[in-house]
């Protein structure tokens, strides 16, 4: 499986799944916590772009709806309505 595979199954498992059960309507995920949770090194471009794509938002029927920050940093902040 690709790094990106794996990152947003990842992310879909520790995020999108558990605000789905709990009933959120968004969820807000900061890549740097994906990056850190994953035990990846110098990985935040791949978390970033991995999340950043339409086909993430496809696969887990998902959209974003807010992105802020830099475009490849651990402070960048993805908003998902779920």
């Known amino acids: 499986m690709k790094l990106s595979d794996r990152i947003r199954e990842f992310v879909f498992q520790e995020f999108i799944k558990p605000a789905r059960e709990r009933g959120e309507g968004t969820v807000t995920i900061r890549a740097g916590d994906v990056h850190s949770m994953m035990g990846l090194s110098d990985r935040i471009p791949a978390v970033c772009s991995a999340l950043g794509t339409n086909k993430f938002q ?25």
């Open 58 to 82: 496809e696969m887990y029927q998902v959209r974003l709806i807010d992105r802020k920050g830099p475009t490849n940093a651990s402070n960048v902040f993805f908003t998902f309505e779920v």
